[in-house]
Structure formats: structure tokens, C-alpha cells
């Protein structure tokens, strides 16, 4: 199979035909990690690579540009350092999404009418979006654009975006004009994800990101965890808060026993969403 039948297999079996915009976000992913794989590439290689047209691959670097994750000079594209393009909603977008999907629908038994709930910028509360208008009437607290924009033409839904430094890579506000916002308020529940658990305890790559997590941790009544199996596989710099401090930890049926067992064994209220997989077996 060539370079472009494989991208373009790829593409059709993670997203829906006819989202362009979701097709647009996993060929840039791809591009992405192919340049943080070779570490710089010429940009008419991603043209051969990808089937895409020269103006194309010009657009996505310079999309990914902007957002901090590549560099640009004279036709050559360098990656910046692994950490950030990991963190970037670009790659994580379509990252597990089908464990996302599962992540998210399983939360939603956790919301009741006429809560306050803070949703951070993870992409896996992303997926709770479209869940959402059968728990109306809500307020949504946040401080992602992208989740801002997902819930703005749902009825009966009140948006608080939460503004201050916007950082594109990750395309969402942090940093002390936002952590001052979240402090003046008081949510019922919050909803958020990290980039990895180690040792039981929640990391993220990203200072100004858990800055921003904490507040809105601190300033809820309930908070719950969305974590798929792949984070217990990942390291990340900045530690954030123990899983014994959560009241409740959602993660996907891939995620290894021993980890489940562990947890219980703790006293950490953990909840398995069933994953469906193509054929998988009963």
C-alpha cells in the first residue's frame, strides 16, 4: 500500500467522510508526528508523503507554526520539542478516540439539570459536547475555545469562558487572569483529564496547564478524572494532584487489571466504560 492509500485508509476509519475539519486535524496530527519522527523534513516530502498539494502542506506548517509545534525555515520544517507536540489538541484530538467516546459517555451519569460544571481543555471532555443537550440546563465553565465553540448552539446551555492569556497550541486560555476568573467561582462538579499517571499520581508537561487545572479543582465540590489506559503508560514533568484526591476516576476497559485492582485497593472510586471495538469478542 503507498504513503498516501495508508494516510487516507487511516483517515476514513478514525473520522466521519464528510468532517472536514476532523480530516484536516488528523493529517496535520500525522504530520506532526512524521516531522517529530525524522526531527526535520523538507516540506515537499510531506507533499509526496501525505498526496497533498504544495499550498496545502504550506497551510498545515504554517498552521502548526502558529501554534509553537514546528519551525520554519526555507522550505525546511524542524520540530519543536516532543512535549509540546504531544500536548498540542492537534495530536491529541485523535488520539484513542473510541476509549474517549466511552470516557465521555460514562461521565455523563455524574451530571444532574442545573449544575455548574467546569470542563477543562482535554479533548477527552471534548467528547462530552454532544452529550450534553440531554442534561440541560447546564452552565458550562471553561477555559477551551474549542469546547466553547462545540457548545454554542445548544439551547438552554449558559457558556462561561473563562478568558486571560490565550496559548494557540493547545487553543485555550491559561495562566493568572484565567486562575483569578475560575476563583471567584464555585462549581458543583469538574471534569478533567491529564497526560499521564504515574505512581498514582496525575502529571501534566505543562505548568500553565496545571495551574489552570488546580484552580478549577480547588473551586469544585466533585471531581472526577477522565483517563484513558494510554496515560498510565506516559511520563509527563509537573505533578498535579493524587488519584486519592479525585472522587471518582473514569478510565477505558483496555486499562490493565492490575491497575483497576491497585486503585480499589486504595479506596479510589473508579469506574470502567466499556470500549466498543469491531469485532471484539464477548
Same mark, same amino acid.
Given at each position: 500500500?503507498?504513503?498516501?492509500?495508508?494516510?487516507?485508509?487511516?483517515?476514513?476509519?478514525?473520522?466521519?467522510?464528510?468532517? =472536514?475539519?476532523? +480530516? @484536516?486535524?488528523?493529517?496535520? $496530527?500525522? *504530520? /506532526? &508526528? !512524521?516531522? #517529530?519522527?525524522?526531527?526535520?523534513?523538507?516540506?515537499?516530502?510531506?507533499t509526496a508523503r501525505f498526496g497533498i498539494?504544495?499550498?496545502?502542506?504550506?497551510?498545515?506548517?504554517?498552521?502548526?507554526?502558529?501554534?509553537?509545534?514546528?519551525?520554519?525555515?526555507?522550505?525546511?520544517?524542524?520540530?519543536?520539542?516532543?512535549?509540546?507536540?504531544?500536548?498540542?489538541?492537534?495530536? =491529541?484530538?485523535? +488520539? @484513542?478516540?473510541?476509549?474517549? $467516546?466511552? *470516557? /465521555? &459517555? !460514562?461521565? #455523563?451519569?455524574?451530571?444532574?439539570p442545573g449544575q455548574a460544571i467546569f470542563?477543562?481543555?482535554?479533548?477527552?471532555?471534548?467528547?462530552?459536547?454532544?452529550?450534553?443537550?440531554?442534561?440541560?440546563?447546564?452552565?458550562?465553565?471553561?477555559?477551551?475555545?474549542?469546547?466553547?465553540?462545540?457548545?454554542?448552539?445548544?439551547?438552554?446551555?449558559?457558556?462561561?469562558?473563562?478568558?486571560?492569556?490565550?496559548?494557540?497550541?493547545?487553543?485555550?486560555?491559561?495562566?493568572?487572569?484565567?486562575?483569578?476568573?475560575?476563583?471567584?467561582?464555585?462549581?458543583?462538579?469538574?471534569?478533567?483529564?491529564?497526560?499521564?499517571?504515574?505512581?498514582?499520581?496525575?502529571?501534566?508537561q505543562s505548568p500553565e496547564m496545571v495551574?489552570?487545572?488546580?484552580?478549577?479543582?480547588?473551586?469544585?465540590?466533585?471531581?472526577?478524572?477522565?483517563?484513558?489506559?494510554?496515560?498510565?503508560?506516559?511520563?509527563?514533568?509537573?505533578?498535579?494532584?493524587?488519584?486519592?484526591?479525585?472522587?471518582?476516576?473514569?478510565?477505558?476497559?483496555?486499562?490493565?487489571?492490575?491497575?483497576?485492582?491497585?486503585?480499589?485497593?486504595?479506596?479510589?472510586?473508579?469506574?470502567?466504560?466499556?470500549?466498543?471495538?469491531?469485532?471484539?469478542?464477548?
Amino acid at each position: 500500500m503507498t504513503n498516501k492509500a495508508a494516510v487516507g485508509q487511516l483517515m476514513s476509519e478514525q473520522l466521519p467522510s464528510d468532517s =472536514r475539519h476532523a +480530516r @484536516q486535524l488528523v493529517r496535520r $496530527r500525522l *504530520i /506532526a &508526528e !512524521a516531522v #517529530m519522527a525524522e526531527g526535520s523534513m523538507r516540506i515537499e516530502d510531506l507533499t509526496a508523503r501525505f498526496g497533498i498539494s504544495l499550498m496545502t502542506a504550506h497551510r498545515d506548517v504554517d498552521e502548526l507554526v502558529s501554534r509553537g509545534l514546528f519551525r520554519k525555515t526555507r522550505g525546511i520544517v524542524t520540530a519543536a520539542p516532543t512535549s509540546l507536540i504531544e500536548s498540542s489538541d492537534v495530536y =491529541r484530538s485523535t +488520539r @484513542q478516540s473510541a476509549e474517549k $467516546r466511552a *470516557i /465521555a &459517555e !460514562a461521565a #455523563m451519569q455524574f451530571i444532574e439539570p442545573g449544575q455548574a460544571i467546569f470542563f477543562d481543555d482535554s479533548t477527552t471532555v471534548l467528547q462530552m459536547a454532544a452529550l450534553l443537550p440531554a442534561k440541560v440546563p447546564l452552565t458550562a465553565i471553561t477555559n477551551s475555545l474549542n469546547l466553547m465553540n462545540a457548545l454554542r448552539e445548544i439551547r438552554d446551555l449558559t457558556i462561561l469562558g473563562l478568558g486571560g492569556h490565550f496559548y494557540n497550541w493547545c487553543n485555550a486560555f491559561m495562566g493568572r487572569m484565567t486562575t483569578n476568573e475560575i476563583m471567584r467561582l464555585r462549581a458543583d462538579t469538574v471534569f478533567m483529564s491529564m497526560s499521564a499517571i504515574i505512581d498514582d499520581t496525575v502529571f501534566h508537561q505543562s505548568p500553565e496547564m496545571v495551574e489552570t487545572k488546580r484552580a478549577m479543582f480547588d473551586c469544585a465540590a466533585k471531581r472526577i478524572l477522565l483517563a484513558d489506559h494510554t496515560k498510565f503508560d506516559r511520563r509527563a514533568l509537573h505533578s498535579f494532584a493524587s488519584l486519592t484526591e479525585f472522587d471518582i476516576v473514569i478510565v477505558d476497559d483496555g486499562t490493565p487489571i492490575i491497575h483497576l485492582e491497585r486503585m480499589r485497593s486504595k479506596g479510589i472510586k473508579v469506574v470502567v466504560a466499556r470500549t466498543e471495538r469491531p469485532n471484539a469478542m464477548a
